[in-house]
């Protein structure tokens, strides 16, 4: 194991449905996929017993239904809803597809703990970055 993996998403599939990036990229600490809907595609009603799911529009536009409210979430968005929560996620266009990634886990946050590797070098760039500069 190198400890690292790259991938797309075109690279796990080619149709519609899930592309398992956790198996194909050996991820461990947390559940990840890919999803493709196609247009009009209507998702299923569900929740889960221990994981929550963050859920990126990376193209196209989603239906979400969750606390009684229904919105749709473009490009960029996400959506992030807690494990028993029920939840749908559909694709409201009719004619494009919609691709998700989704991001799932359990028992919380891990508090901040990256270190630079040449904090010299590149602590003040990472201090201006984070400052929106």
Do not use: C
Not at 2 to 27: C, N
Not at 74 to 97: C, F, K, M, Q, Y
Request: aromatic share 10%; no cysteine.
């Amino acid at each position: 194991m190198s400890g690292f993996a790259f991938s797309s998403l075109d690279e796990l599939g080619d149709t519609h449905g899930f592309r398992k990036v956790r198996t194909a990229l050996g991820v461990t600490a947390f559940g990840v996929n890919g999803i493709v809907m196609p247009p009009g595609y209507e998702g299923f009603l569900h929740f889960h017993d221990t994981q929550d799911e963050l859920y990126f529009v990376h193209r196209g536009r989603a239906r979400v239904e969750v606390g009684g409210e229904t919105r749709e979430v473009g490009e960029w968005g996400l959506i992030h809803v807690e494990s028993t929560t029920p939840r749908r996620v559909s694709n409201a266009s009719d004619t494009d597809d919609l691709v998700l990634l989704v991001v799932g886990g359990k028992d919380g946050y891990v508090e901040r703990d990256g270190h630079l590797v040449d904090p010299e070098r590149d602590l003040p760039r990472r201090q201006a970055f984070g400052a929106g500069g």
